[in-house]
């Protein structure tokens, strides 16, 4: 079966620091890959998306960057952390020609930049 | 710009009733609509998917409706429990597997013994 792997839970980090979450999809091959952050009582912001290797796609400018140097893995990156990063990050993953069914999630990362 | 909206207020039910929850959707004709249920500090989880061609689908004590001239889905679940107490979400998608999944920002539902 397949399983998707998000670390850290939570993260404290101060402005200024570097990030890189880290997002593993196992039991499954090219699958589609998300970046979505969710601001407290609000709705899934999608960040980036990927549908293969190196190949990333940016939603919203942002101070954030993504990769996808393996087939199954998708980091999330930023050289300086902002206070307005806080937030809530989730992956999710789809399957190639079913992206439209729906998504499986990470269980998410709380990010707190103080 | 498209939007998926739901009902911002929580919603407080009283356990065994029947619990409805609206998800509207304007400036989009998705070809599918998705309902998500999600716990505090955790990630969604997928529920139901109905297409735009189905007029309801149910699973068990959830049933999904679908109405294109409304522009609208209501989710209902029967004989609610305090376990079913989460935020759930309402998403849209277009008829593309590379279409991208729209969120609404949730609704928070409360079931009291």
């Known amino acids: 079966s397949q399983t998707i792997h998000q670390w850290p839970a939570t993260l404290v980090q101060p402005v200024g620091s570097p990030l890189s979450l880290e997002c593993t999809v196992e039991g499954t091959s090219n699958p589609n890959l998300y970046w979505y952050r969710q601001a407290a009582g609000r709705g899934l912001q999608l960040l980036f998306y990927?549908?293969?290797?190196?190949?990333i796609s940016s939603e919203v400018p942002q101070n954030l960057s993504a990769s996808r140097p393996q087939d199954r893995q998708f980091i999330l990156s930023s050289k300086k952390l902002l206070l307005s990063d806080s937030g809530f990050y989730l992956c999710?993953?789809?399957?190639?020609?079913?992206?439209?069914?729906?998504?499986?999630f990470g269980s998410g990362t709380r990010l707190t930049v103080v | 710009s498209q939007k998926i909206e739901q009902n911002s207020e929580a919603l407080n039910i009283q356990e065994g009733k029947t619990a409805t929850l609206t998800c509207n959707y304007t400036n989009y004709s998705p070809a599918y609509l998705q309902w998500y249920r999600q716990d505090p500090g955790r990630g969604p989880v997928f529920l139901l998917l109905?297409?735009?061609?189905?007029k309801e689908k149910r699973k068990e004590r959830l049933k999904v409706t679908f109405d294109t001239t409304l522009k609208q889905s209501l989710f209902h679940i029967t004989a609610s429990q305090p376990a079913d107490s989460a935020t759930y979400l309402c998403a849209a998608a277009g008829y593309s597997s590379a279409s991208k999944i729209i969120f609404g920002s949730g609704t928070r539902l409360s079931i009291r013994p």
């Open positions: 999710a993953w789809s399957a190639p020609d079913r992206g439209n069914y729906g998504y499986t």
């Open positions: 990927s549908v293969g290797i190196g190949q």
């Open positions: 109905i297409r735009e061609n189905e």
